[in-house]
């Protein structure tokens, strides 16, 4: 079977490679491991709560409808950081697709976290579509306004957490000359870097990133992940390092951040806002690349 429903979780398995799985807890809607060629892809803490207790640390949380803590939304400024699709239990829709495998889930007020949604009183439909290729993973979102009267105003983010040998020896390639903001200096400024090197806390929101660069994950000159993004012009790239690994207790081990660094695709610069009736829908594709240098 290329999807098997165990209940809390969905597991796909690639029909032509056994070797290849994806594993989708429905709590969150999380994708909290992709193997290729039986190696895992995706960064999962040890002391991820899978049990619906709270959102997952590791693998890809979904952020909706804010990014952050929200000051200036009258409505968003209520919620807890990152929103309510990560602390809700979504619904699954089942396959639609046995090759590649292909599962969707969905989120509404109606089965969402009903003490959020007390704080966000909007209506929205959510549809993530899963995709397990033979060497790719791609998520997908659709957010549909649902209301005839009320306009719906969300950010949109994928916290990909990427698996990696040693950050030291790590870096990120394709975003220089990009605006970004640096959340720890509070400052915006043009990255003039060739490529971003890890060896401290790291917050970056880079703007406005052109949707044909191709972020790469690299290792002593060899790509180890490709992100790919349709209609997210933004793009989080976030390590927490020594001291902020040691504030989360469910972040563990507590040298953890040396195997992991996120690459996060979204809409959180501004916000979406959806006419009565209107969709919105956005990409983000993970796989395998020959080294590709992008610059201005």
């Given amino acids: 079977m290329s999807v098997e429903d165990l209940g809390d979780r969905v597991v796909l398995t690639h029909p032509d490679d056994k070797s290849n799985t994806a594993t989708i807890l429905k709590y969150g809607a999380t994708v909290f491991s992709w193997k290729l060629n039986g190696a895992e892809q995706l960064w999962l803490s040890d002391a991820a709560k899978l049990d619906g207790s709270r959102p997952v640390r590791g693998g890809i949380p979904l952020v909706f409808p804010v990014f952050g803590k929200n000051t200036t939304d009258d409505h968003l400024s209520k919620l807890p950081q990152h929103g309510l699709a990560r602390n809700s239990t979504w619904e699954f829709l089942g396959q639609t697709k046995s090759n590649p495998p292909t599962v969707q889930f969905a989120l509404s007020p109606e089965n969402a976290n009903k003490e959020l949604t007390q704080l966000w009183p909007f209506d929205f439909t959510l549809l993530l579509t899963v995709q397990l290729g033979q060497d790719y993973l791609k998520t997908d979102i659709e957010v549909q306004n649902p209301s005839t009267t009320q306009e719906l105003k969300f950010n949109w983010l994928f916290h990909t957490y990427l698996k990696i040998e040693d950050i ?42 052109d949707e044909n660069r191709l972020i790469q994950v690299v290792d002593r000159g060899q790509p180890v992940h490709t992100v790919k993004r349709h209609n997210l012009p933004d793009a989080v790239v976030w390590n927490p390092w020594t001291e902020k690994a040691g504030g989360m207790a469910d972040f563990e081990p507590k040298d953890g951040y040396l195997q992991m660094v996120c690459i996060e695709p979204g809409h959180v610069h501004d916000l979406v806002t959806l006419a009565p009736g209107q969709s919105w829908s956005a990409y983000q594709l993970l796989y395998k690349e020959q080294l590709k240098y992008q610059a201005i």
């Fill in 168 to 209: 030291e020896g790590t870096l990120v390639s394709n975003l220089t000359g990009v605006k970004l903001y640096d959340q720890l200096l509070k400052q915006s400024y043009i990255d003039k870097h060739p490529v971003i090197t890890v060896s401290d806390e790291t917050d970056l929101i880079y703007q406005n990133v």
